[in-house]
């Protein structure tokens, strides 16, 4: 059930954080939550260690949402955050002043919101992000039937080492 959501990194959260760190991660999930427009069925990053704390990955677990780390050296996976991250850098950030902390993170509100609500966006055909939401909002389904449809048993704490995690999923499918 998650097609019209696919491509969801159209719709823009941001934040800054003075360093990575699962904290920071889990503050940064409840304000995905509260502001995203639909419920969140999946969340695919890159293998930073803050996504792979325990305490993350139960929060992922505890609101059934999927974690699905990329394959190291594989960015072309994440291609499309990897986009968005480079129209960050194109048309906020090279014109922000980066040395005022303060008014930065008010400045990334501002873009945020013109991202999702005024920014006319090629791969939507022209259209923002809040206008294809509206189209789609038919067919999105319910936060109830996101977690209906989410099965735990399924889920489980991954090991920050890739390789280490594929050999104890092969260890697991053979017993």
Not at 52 to 72: H, L, N, S, T, W
Not at 111 to 134: C, E, I, M, V
Request: aromatic share 12%; net charge neutral; with cysteine.
């Amino acid at each position: 059930m998650g097609a019209p959501y696919d491509d969801c990194t159209r719709w823009r959260v941001l934040d800054i954080y003075n360093r990575r760190s699962a904290a920071n991660t889990l503050e940064f999930i409840d304000k995905m939550l509260e502001q995203f427009p639909f419920p969140i069925q999946r969340i695919q990053s890159d293998r930073g260690r803050e996504f792979f704390a325990e305490k993350v990955q139960k929060k992922f677990m505890e609101y059934g949402i999927k974690f699905r780390p990329v394959k190291p050296a594989s960015p072309h996976l994440n291609g499309k955050v990897e986009r968005s991250q480079k129209t960050d850098l194109e048309e906020f950030y090279a014109t922000a002043d980066l040395s005022d902390f303060e008014h930065l993170r008010e400045n990334l509100e501002c873009w945020q919101f013109y991202y999702n609500w005024q920014r006319p966006h090629g791969g939507l055909k022209g259209k923002t992000p809040s206008q294809r939401d509206a189209e789609l909002c038919e067919k999105t389904p319910l936060s109830e039937e996101v977690q209906a449809m989410y099965d735990r048993s399924k889920e489980h704490i991954q090991n920050a080492n890739y390789y280490v995690e594929m050999k104890l999923r092969k260890l697991k499918e053979s017993l």
